[in-house]
């Protein structure tokens, strides 16, 4: 019997993207980022760290929308006390995943992933992967669209399809 190496496909609406530009690339800086958050009791999904230039790095991170101002307040006083440049938040933007076991032991689902998005003109935002799960950050209003390539693509059954709250 062959192996379904992606079984599922989540979908989130509820999302928000925050970054913060221009950070100081030392140590202590994602601590100063995270550590209002979780105080505050903000859940922070993906994490995503660009690499340093000129001594400075961005780092941007999703949350739910219903907790993005919260953060966003955050993140300006503790860009202020880091002396990043710039803190932006977009709130028009969804998750789609794929799900499956059999992507420990199968080559090339992130490439298969990336191209039925790119076949259908979705730009991805962020990436975020796990041994069995593969997040991509896009525009909300390709939310559905996305979802519909990914299961066609994979072959899946409508079933399969959950949308996260």
Known sequence: MEQVVVSGITYS????????????????????????????????????????????????????????????KLMKKAAGELGAKLVAVDEDIAKVSIVGSGMRSHSGIAAKMFTLLANEGINIEMISTSEIKISCVIKEKYGELAVRALHTGFGLDAEEVSEER
Do not use: C, W
């Open 13 to 72: 609406k509820n999302e928000a993207k925050i970054t913060v530009s221009e950070a100081p690339d030392r140590p202590g800086t994602a601590s100063a980022i995270f550590a209002p958050l979780a105080e505050a009791n903000i859940v922070v999904d993906m994490i995503v760290q660009n690499v340093s230039h000129k001594g400075y790095t961005d780092m941007t991170f999703t949350t739910s929308k219903a907790d993005a101002r919260r953060a966003y």
